[in-house]
């Protein structure tokens, strides 16, 4: 049974920061790229960083760059977002997602999490 559990959500106010953590079970997690998306009330989920296998080369969206920085563990089977100088536009539920050997920045993933409330306020 495949899980991602996603932690670290939370609320903080404007230029802060929070690190966001997926604990993966039940893949071999080392042969999935993975990828955070979040989703805020009334809008599409959104994409927002994913990393590849081994190299962990990191691809993000536009608004983020420089902000976030997504990171793998592939001993602790665990992905990482760190998020910092966060604003209110950041705020909506953050999911984690696995997706066998090839990233992307589409939804088309094998796996998601539960996600995680991130709450930014101004």
């Known amino acids: 049974q495949v899980q991602l559990v996603e932690s670290g959500g939370g609320l903080v106010q404007a230029g802060g920061s929070l690190n966001l953590s997926c604990a993966a079970s039940?893949?071999?997690?080392?042969?999935?790229?993975m990828g955070w998306f979040r989703q805020a009330p009334g809008k599409e989920r959104q994409f927002v960083a994913a990393i590849s296998l081994i190299t962990g080369s990191a691809v993000y969206t536009g608004s983020v760059k420089g902000r976030f920085t997504i990171a793998r563990d592939n001993a602790k089977n665990t992905l990482y977002l760190q998020m910092n100088s966060l604003k209110p536009e950041d705020t909506a539920v953050y999911y984690c997602?696995?997706?066998?050997?090839?990233?992307?920045?589409?939804?088309?993933?094998?796996?998601w999490g539960q996600g995680t409330q991130v709450t930014v306020s101004s």
């Open positions: 997602a696995a997706r066998l050997r090839v990233v992307s920045t589409s939804t088309l993933y094998d796996y």
């Open positions: 039940g893949i071999t997690f080392s042969e999935y790229a």
